[in-house]
């Protein structure tokens, strides 16, 4: 999936990608939905810091920008927050503006079922689609230990064949995931974040499920909840 923030090597491209994918989704909805995301990418663009994941503007700025009055702004990015699109990084106080960030991965989220409608190839750029997205491991230090499969379970299992196969990104994004419970052949792993969880859902979800039917052929499917 885009990468939640971006910059450096290819930073142009997925922030397009992103502009993309809201406004095709936009494109898809209720005028009222539509004017809301054209206010929200006329923002981005003309004001989001995104080296710094920063938008910090004034009310009456946004409303010139907008062509609308203060009360109006305030509600729309009171509904913006609500979604999740925004994110209060450091509330206003006395001569300063509140400061936003994107809410990168709920704009991800909310906007994956108007992907294809862009084409096979943004589909596969973002994540989804037939070519596997390339999955990068975070710097290890050191040896990784085998994992504890001392509980008989069918993720202990599993986790010591991805741990087999790619050590690095096991101790990267596969160690930290617990076992939640199983229900019939759903097993629900537990990520310690948000972004996590939405990473390896994205990323390695076929992976998990691949492991785990190695050693229990009743898996059907893995879920990640945080």
């Not at 936009?26 to 080296?51: C, E, F, P, V």
């Not at 927050?81 to 509140?98: M, P, Y």
């Not at 862009?118 to 290890?140: I, K, N, W």
Request: charged letters at 25%; a positive charge.
């Amino acid at each position: 999936m885009l990468s939640t923030k971006p910059v450096g090597r290819g930073a142009s491209a997925r922030k397009y990608d992103l502009l993309t994918a809201l406004g095709a989704f936009a494109l898809s909805q209720g005028k009222h939905d539509q004017r809301r995301a054209l206010r929200l990418m006329t923002l981005i663009t003309a004001r989001y810091n995104w080296a710094r994941d920063e938008l910090a503007v004034g009310q009456r700025e946004i409303a010139r920008l907008w062509s609308v009055d203060e009360r109006t702004v305030k509600r729309e990015m009171a509904l913006l927050r609500g979604r999740g699109w925004l994110v209060v990084k450091r509330q206003g106080a006395r001569g300063r503006v509140t400061q936003y960030g994107l809410g990168i991965e709920q704009l991800l989220a909310d906007t994956a079922v108007t992907w294809a409608c862009v084409g096979s190839d943004f589909e596969v750029r973002m994540g989804q689609g037939d070519t596997p997205p390339q999955v990068v491991p975070l710097p290890v230090r050191g040896s990784v230990a085998a994992p504890d499969v001392s509980n008989g379970t069918e993720w202990a299992l599993a986790r010591l064949v991805l741990h087999t196969e790619d050590a690095g990104t096991y101790a990267s994004w596969i160690a930290a995931l617990e076992r939640a419970e199983r229900a019939g052949g759903r097993l629900t792993l537990r990520a310690p974040s948000r972004f996590h969880a939405a990473y390896v859902q994205t990323h390695l979800e076929r992976r998990l499920l691949a492991a785990c039917q190695d050693v229990d052929a009743d898996v059907a499917e893995v879920r990640i909840v945080v």
